[in-house]
């Protein structure tokens, strides 16, 4: 298969272009990038004119099928999902349904997802077995069974000794530890952010310190241990100042926000609405400032969905009760485009952010658009106006707070492997 | 947000929170009550506005005295009255509270009153019935408990003329208090002057001045020259949860006492929205002392919501006349 796609306005942040560039892809891999290459002809040409060509994007944290759920939501119908949002790779976090502990449930994970074709999959192996936080997982075994690294998932570790142990033995093997940062105890009597919005509804509260005080503890150990770290969806703002502190004296330390606690806040949940009910909770309006000026400082330099479907069933009840999670692979891209539409961030910056960051998070060869690398690109329509109905999502979780936004970028098409996988109706 | 409690000309539908409501709306419920209770001192205690209708008092949650007073509000309405009490035994057949509301709806039932343990629970169930049935919250979590703050009202205006002359003090466990929270939107909406809250820091919400209070951690300063007293009930699982260390210091710091109510104006009211403890939050000579309004609250609460649930239903018949 040979694709060109002319005239498009090609922004690959990796190479540090931001130009109106032809490209061509032959076998699944890029050619040519600018002239078209002698004796090239074309199976189909797609004219970008009025489009963006980036790389195409990376989900840091999808959850596919969660445990103990009854999971309408499968591997195939969520990867397609992502096609259909410009996401070409996604990574599943250990607290998966089997939870991701031995090489086996790697191996079947890569199995269904070869078998639905829809995007590349990867997995994040549980620091612990089972995730209770008490044994260390077989972390070479998962790591040769291709998990880009481990993580206890949203089951923080209370014991700070095996955690402790875990971040050196996953040090020694070169992993990257990924973090949902939570104080177990100070979550424990909550579901949303503890500010005026929980005193109003007489909602348990989560205090800010919740983050900042597992997020402290946690850097002090990875600079004992030397372990590389990734920190998922901060929520507030008190962090940000934590994390580029440690990034300052060398850590090696990254950090990703969701788009949901980037145009929300506490506010949002209104009278009760559930579906704005996600962990970590939206935050006050001057959290959500602090964590775009953090996207644009560089702190956080990953914007990633944390996918969570869920059936209606799930979101229905009194708020406390029902479960958090917004799914968020379908709005992902416009959602993180709308904050350059309201100048919050550069194009660049946030195609960086979807694309070529979390790639070097995950320590994958992707995200860029060089020639020679593997083909997966996504086509952006820049003038889109359309509006966010969750209820077409093709994902099973329908649940979206971001029911009727406007969009104005879109994905156009979808490019797996050098072949067309998505092209919107 | 809250205007879903209203038809579209303004009537009450609902009753699930004061938030949102205007003052005039507060006023005509204090209004009809009072008309209600002079009923109660008749030889027949009856009137005929709700002949017909059907109201089901669902309780997720115990309480003999607010279950008793609607019912008997219900039956001098002559409505015909359910009274259900669904502990755990419909959750636990796996049933959802949507599938038993439902249930319940489709014996043509035109009013649910509700009692939840959950916080927008009352909220989350007038969302989901159908459009002619309505709702009355009658306590859902820690959220709110608006018949319980307008007897208050109620009895406040009858002991105090004018509302913004008023300083008023909430004393105890405001975090975890449905009554309280709609004790304050009460009181904001209409007009009264300085609303304080009284308790240590673990027993008050986060960011408490965003409701509209003066915040006193102190008995002594927060109780000086207020014409209203209100205690809370303290709940006793809170010395479980490590928010106090005993009863017996709780009283020490904030149970009512002879000695701190002087403190307060001379002809000051003390209430409370029962059942009490006594010696935890209020000493026995002060709950049943001449300051004291406790019984009276009780006999109002019958008053008060004859009064929400006459409006509640009224509203509709209009409604359904002027489609007809």
Redesign the interface.
Known sequence: MKLSIINGHLIDPANQVDAKQNLYLDNGRIMAIGQQPEGFIADQTIDASNLIVCPGLIELSAHLSESGQHHTASIASETKAAIKGGITSLCIPPDHDPIIDTPATVDLIEDQAAKAGHAHVYTIGALTQGLQGELLSEMLALKQAGCLGVSNGLNPIQNTLVLRRAMEYAATLDLTLFINAADPWLQSQGCIHEGMVSSRLGLGGIPEATETIAIARDISLIEQTGVSAHFHSISSGKTIGMIKDAQDRGLPITADVSPHHLHLSEHDIGNYDSLSHVMPPLRSTRDREQLQQAVRDGVITAISSHHRPLDNDAKLGPFAETKPGISGLESLLSLTLKLVEDEELSLQQAIANLTQHPAQILGIDAGHLSIGAQADICLINPHSESECQPEHFISTGKNSPFNGWHFNHDVAYTILNGNISYQKG | ??H?QLTENGQLKHFLTI?GLKRDLLTEIMDRAEQFSSISGRQVKKVPLLRGKTIMNLFFENSTRTRTTFELAAKRLSADVMNLNINTSATSKGE???DTLHNLQAMHTDMFVVR?S????A??IAQHVAPHVSVINAG?????HPTQAMLDMFTIRRHKQHFPDLRVAIVGDILHS?VA?SQIQALSTLGVGEIRVIGPKTLL????Q??GVHVYHDMAAGLQDVDVIITLRLQFERMQ?ALLPSANEYFTSYGLTEDKLKLAKPDAIVMHPGPINRGVEIASTVADGPQSVILEQVTHGIAVRMAVMSMALGSHSEQQETSA
């Open positions: 947000m809250t879903h938030e959802s509270l949507l939840h959950q916080s927008g629970a909220e989350f859902d979590g820690c959220h709110a449905r929270r919400p986060a960011d408490s965003t409701l949860g």
